[in-house]
């Protein structure tokens, strides 16, 4: 082969490697997808493949002693920031912006070593300030932008605690401090401030959208989460106005004489429960355990999750309990709301019983083996 | 008044209230109803609001060892029972007729003791005969007669073992001996047999229909159940003819080089899985566990059961991997055929994706938690 015939080759294979580098290039350039969406869900942020988890990933998992109020906060702040980014213009994107350490450094006292404390200095031991801010949760809203993604909106929950318990001794007695709801709102509206401030000062956080809702958590005996009470959309840095959020959790059937304000329900929706508690736990010789959380949004009931737990003997009766409970579901429930019931033995699920949210149609679905 | 008009009086009292308690009587005397049908199903028996329970209840959960063993059993017995028993005509009631020490005598090992004992005697501490026969199972099949069931047809599941477990001394070295496919198949239809002419004298079971389903028990430290490999449906009180079952079950994804029959799976349904599990294991920078029990009937691929295990730190991750994974099963899994997927942290089950048997909707229920 002459020489001349040679280079061209070569040249040819350098340009065309460069040609199929430059469009692996561009292929790989949109690094960016989404989980898929959901009736009424967001989308959430794919990045080269993974997920791209918060920056503050497991802060709160440790931070609640009740698991109840990790759930429902989480849950929760989801549905505030629908009803200011909706799910069909905007994705979803765990919280970028505030990492481990400060998330962790705001939650905790305000010393000398870490002045970004946003509960106040611990005071006499014998009669300690309470700790009032409980746990903080970050999520992005974005929208595509040519190849990526762009930040549009930030939600910020902030958990506050109804009531603080301590020890005046190390291994002593414990003592529980009651927060007033009036002393909830005060201080979640002052961390509300401080922390939407701060917000700021991030050059990427200094011109989006910025919601704060407000969460009170249930004491770490209840069964159920709190709730949130109100949220602000601000463009500046100070919170422009509050929103109030009738929001209220139950545990049902309700015991008699408890009438406080995180355990009110409706004494038909108690009654419809009751009934149908009544038609399910004397089905086998052994009583099954019926339980409920309730969510209200004024004195509106809009859900319930219902566990049933029993012991099984075979996996027949688990088929027909099920399909009994779905008839019972459709006689006593309400209609109109999203309701699951988890039918379990031994804290495993063996089947479950469900209408989602927007659907009128009962779904069965039983945890069988081969 | 006059003493006349005041027997009249006193009779027509007498007369209406013998009215009102026979009506009473007639009214109650439907003491049967059901659980309700779901498609595919069979409706159970509800006795006087009262689901009615096997008289053998729960021996068998004492029975294996393996639990897959137990629900696999159970859900495969009536899948045999559909079909002969078409669950249009058929309810399902839970056996009535073997009773708990019946069966418990019936699976021990044959004695002077216990003369009914199907296993053999042990013979030698340090070379034992197998103990073959595992468990057994009764399921009645009924028809509404007037205002009560009739009793149309029993079913019967015996489990084989496929393998017998033994110490030559208490607390010594655990020793196993494999029993061929051909012994299991033989002592299935030696056991049978007996079974067969046991039932036929009670005076109950005397003209009904008899299906006795054989199932060879899976190995104590297999990730899934055994299967049902014949049936014999029978008028009379020696069996008429077996019907082969051609059922396996399966782990994916297969591990290399595994090749034996009970772990036989197509190689392109663990391809398939295999690239669902790798689309869905990444997902997270913790990688997510993700295995499948799989069911064949001869080589078709009839169902899977999937498990998918990851730690969460948040209701959003749990709320983003379960859309993803709803995407990955549509893209990845095969069609026509019934399929769940567990998504699971701490053995706590998050969501759940599943098609059920019939459909070609994916559905998806997320538990989340006030």
């Known amino acids: 082969m002459k020489t001349k015939w040679k280079k061209v080759i070569i040249s040819t294979v350098l340009l065309m490697s ?37 920056k503050a990933r497991g802060v709160n998992t440790g931070q609640n002693s009740n698991p109840y109020n990790l759930k429902s906060f989480e849950s929760g702040l989801t549905q505030v920031s629908k009803r200011v980014f909706s799910t069909k213009s905007y994705i979803f994107q765990e919280g970028q912006y505030l990492d481990t350490n400060t998330v962790e450094n705001w939650l905790g006292r305000k010393t000398k070593k870490n002045p970004e ?9 014998s009669n300690p300030n309470p700790e009032y801010v409980q746990q903080i949760e970050e999520q992005d809203y974005m929208q595509e932008s040519g190849n990526s993604m762009k930040l549009k909106g930030v939600t910020i929950g902030i958990g506050i605690n109804s009531e603080y318990n301590y020890q005046k001794k190390t291994d002593g007695p414990n003592y529980t401090k009651n927060i007033s709801n009036d002393e909830v709102h005060r201080q ?16 990427a956080l200094k011109d989006v959208p910025i919601v704060i809702a407000l969460y009170k958590q249930a004491p770490d005996d209840s069964l159920v989460g709190g709730s949130f009470f109100a949220y602000s959309k601000n463009n500046g840095d100070s919170i422009s106005s509050w929103h109030d959020l009738d929001y209220k959790t139950a ?3 309700k015991a008699n004489g408890t009438n406080n ?23 086998f010789p052994n009583v099954s355990g019926v339980t409920a959380q309730a ?19 075979s996996q027949t009766e688990i088929n027909s309990f099920t399909q009994y409970i779905a008839r019972a579901a459709k006689k006593y429930l309400p ?19 469900y209408r989602n949210n927007g659907s009128d149609k009962w779904q069965t679905h039983i945890f069988e083996s081969y």
Chains 1, 2 share one sequence.
């Open 117 to 125: 404390g946003l509960n106040p200095a611990q005071g006499k031991k």
């Open 251 to 253: 545990v049902l059937p």
């Open 261 to 283: 304000s995180t355990t009110e329900s409706n004494q038909t929706d108690n009654d419809n429960f009751s009934n149908f508690k009544s038609q399910v736990q004397n089905f």
């Open 18 to 54: 460069t040609i199929v580098l430059a469009s692996c290039g561009k292929s790989s350039s949109k690094d960016y997808s989404t989980t898929g969406s959901g009736a009424g869900n967001y989308q959430g942020v794919i990045h080269k493949g993974h997920y791209r988890v918060s």
């Open 188 to 203: 979640g509206e002052i961390a509300a401030q401080k922390v939407l401030k701060r917000l700021r000062q991030n050059p």
């Open 295 to 313: 969510q209200y949004d004024g004195k509106s009931l809009t859900g319930m999750h219902i566990t049933v737990t029993t012991q099984f003997y």
């Open 335 to 353: 209609s109109g709301i999203p309701i699951d019931i988890k039918i379990q033995s031994d804290s495993q699920m063996q089947s479950v019983v």
